[in-house]
């Protein structure tokens, strides 16, 4: 980087044009943050209701100090990873297969699609009073309804590229004579991964917002619940950091699935985009 | 040179029709073909009309309403090992390496990953890919995307070889260099080769025989022996373009 500033008068005009677009594209997301945290220095002063970046801030380290529910900050978010890990276990196992079987089969399509449509047309916080009434309050309730709003998501993605497969990779197969265990997977399989990792990140990040809806209602562990837990002791920055830390963790999780796709597929070349 | 030719593939009396907006659409209408063992035919004909259709009867992805495939004197039901199919574009897939696109055929086959690593890098050589093994499509050229559609046709070791305007897709000098490409291999590895173009002068470099079809539905209008017409051809050459001409006037206009 230094070298090319030292030599910027050796630069061609088309090389400078592009230096200063990439010094620019870098500028804009830090005055961007900036303005964030200056806009909400300005409410703050405005209202006493809406903390401050440092009660904010003193607020977490608090929350390493003197922990809630014997859990500090880290604790709670695993707690909540820990859930979403399991219903997201289920997803992508049961998920991945179902979304196979409808995407491929004509038939299964035929007969589950009804079925499935039902389903997913139900809000999954729609389940809380039924699922409480039968399992009550502990880990597998909750779970349980991470998977219900999660669960669309990956089929939806499973089930279009299944029954997207190009054609003309069918015949390539027909050509050199695949049965059609082979014609699943060896084609279809793997020319569907896209769509696959394309509901593995969506399934993600829908199971991460529905566990904070599901810890709200009665948990004593999580982000979830320490959102509500400040809202019912009215503590503001409690708030606040579990909102941040809600925004922090998602975006870790988009780029975790994101380095995976890039990992296991090598070529499709998507760009960044979260 | 004036022995009697081996008949290695036939085609009789296929015909193929399709339901198009419940109207009957005759595709191909009573086509019938005799290939000669390790000959160059080229099937030349005009615009969307029958081409691609015989290709796909051929090599056994649909079946005529009428009419049978007979090679080596057996008739084909389905696809067959022997016959091997070069397609018109993108049908590399993207997810696999130039390297396992190319061993696709034996692959399947179940033929151990050793033997057809061997195979396989035989015709990465010859195609002219060396050091793109594991390159992937997206990585390549649209000429080197053809080699290697050449070169898994190849692998799997047909007899026959079909290819379905291989080169319609790409800029006018990458195609006459593949054109070389694909006489270069064909010499040195001798395949009966069945060449679909809507190219005239494409058909006339690179057949031995040209099959001239018509407009739709797509029958046989005339067959041009090139047998006389020495090889490396110069498209400007008197007699090429006598051939040329000749052709041109006596084949229908697709608009």
């Known amino acids: 980087m230094s070298k090319k500033k030292i030599n910027i008068e050796n630069m061609s005009a088309a090389e400078i044009r592009e230096h200063r677009l990439n010094i620019l594209y870098k500028v804009l997301p830090i005055i961007s943050i900036l303005l964030l945290i200056g806009l909400w220095l300005f409410a703050s002063s405005l209202s006493s209701g809406f903390p401050s970046p440092g009660d904010v801030w003193e607020r977490t380290v608090r929350l390493f100090t003197k922990p809630v529910k014997k859990m500090n900050l880290f604790g709670h978010i695993f707690a909540s990873l820990q859930r979403i890990g399991l219903a997201l276990l289920f997803d992508w196992t049961f998920g991945i297969a179902f979304g196979i079987l409808i995407g491929w089969n004509r038939k299964a399509k035929a007969f589950f699609t009804p079925m499935f449509n039902a389903f997913r047309a139900v809000p999954p916080l729609a389940w809380i009073p039924l699922i409480t009434l039968w399992f009550g309050i502990g880990e597998f309730p909750k779970v349980l309804i991470v998977i219900f709003g999660s669960l669309a998501s990956i089929v939806v993605n499973v089930q279009a590229g299944m029954s997207n497969v190009e054609q003309i990779y069918l015949n390539v197969g027909t050509v050199f004579n695949t049965n059609s265990r082979q014609q699943l997977f060896k084609i279809a399989i793997p020319s569907a991964l896209d769509a696959i990792f394309a509901g593995v990140r969506t399934s993600t990040s829908a199971a991460w917002m529905v566990v904070l809806a599901a810890e709200m209602l009665g948990a004593d562990s999580g982000v979830g619940f320490l959102i509500s837990r400040g809202m019912d002791s009215m503590d503001m920055p409690l708030v606040l950091t579990s909102m941040i830390s809600i925004g922090i963790v998602g975006a870790l999780l988009a780029i975790i699935t994101q380095y995976a796709e890039r990992l296991i597929c090598p070529w499709t070349r998507r760009k960044k985009s979260f | ?255």
């Open chain 2, 1 to 255: 040179m004036d022995e009697k030719k081996k008949v290695i593939l036939k085609l009789e009396h296929i015909s193929q029709s399709y339901v198009v907006n419940s109207q009957v659409k005759d595709a191909v209408e009573d086509v019938s073909l005799e290939v000669y063992d390790n000959e160059f035919l080229v099937i030349l004909g005009p615009g969307h009309c029958g081409k691609t259709v015989l290709m796909n009867i051929i090599a056994g992805l649909e079946k005529p309403v009428g009419g049978a495939v007979y090679l080596d004197g057996e008739q084909v039901e389905g696809s067959d090992k022997r016959i091997g199919m070069v397609f018109q574009s993108l049908a590399l897939m993207p997810w696999k390496t130039v390297m396992a696109n190319v061993e696709f055929g034996p692959e399947v086959a179940g033929v151990p990953k050793e033997e057809r690593r061997k195979t396989a890098q035989k015709y990465i050589d010859l195609v002219g890919l060396k050091g793109f093994e594991k390159s992937y499509p997206h990585e390549l050229s649209g000429g080197m995307k053809q080699r290697v559609g050449i070169a898994r046709a190849y692998t799997n070791n047909p007899e026959i070889l079909l290819m379905d305007e291989p080169f319609g897709q790409l800029d006018a000098q990458t195609r006459y260099a593949m054109e070389e490409e694909v006489l270069r291999i064909w010499e040195k590895e001798k395949r009966t080769i069945i060449f679909v173009t809507n190219n005239i002068e494409e058909a006339v470099y690179l057949g031995d025989r040209i099959v001239l079809l018509s407009n739709c539905p797509a029958k046989v209008k005339e067959i041009y022996d090139l047998k006389n017409l020495a090889r490396p051809r110069n498209t400007t050459d008197p007699e090429f373009l006598r051939i040329r001409t000749e052709i041109s006037d006596n084949t229908d206009l697709a608009l």
